[in-house]
Nanobody
Framework: QVQLVESGGGSVQAGGSLRLSCAAS???????MGWFRQAPGKEREFVAA????????YYGDSVKGRFTIARDNAKNTVYLQMNSLKSEDTAVYYC???????????????????WGQGTQVTVSS
């Protein structure tokens, strides 16, 4: 069992920055992690993913160059640094864990078996 708790969401003006954190607890730590988001009336969207070592990352096209995913395995925490925020980044952000023993990154949400409760990010223009 893995528990994920996101924090760091809030309201910010366009052009600003926020850093989200996702603290993991439970059994094991060597699993792939990802961030997804869901805006009102829209489907959940892939944002970023990171391998268990942190050596490989991947980003959705809409956030590439503005967001950075990182992890600190000693703290069992994954981060999402969000810069140059836009109003279209407004959404509930979820972190997720893919606990299968495989390498690389995972962009498909169907393979993530644990999810956090989500944290709201609101960007005003």
């Amino acid at each position: 069992q893995v528990q994920l708790v996101e924090s760091g969401g809030g309201s910010v003006q366009a052009g600003g920055s926020l850093r989200l954190s996702c603290a993991a607890s439970g059994t094991g730590s060597r699993y792939r992690m990802g961030w997804f988001r869901q805006a009102p009336g829209k489907e959940r969207e892939f944002v970023a993913a990171i391998s268990w070592s942190g050596g490989t990352t991947y980003y959705g096209d809409s956030v590439k160059g503005r967001f950075t995913i990182a992890r600190d395995n000693a703290k069992n925490t994954v981060y999402l640094q969000m810069n140059s925020l836009k109003s279209e980044d407004t959404a509930v952000y979820y972190c997720a864990a893919d606990t299968r023993p495989v390498g690389g990154v995972q962009v498909n949400e169907v393979w993530y078996d644990y999810w956090g409760q989500g944290t709201q990010v609101t960007v005003s223009s």
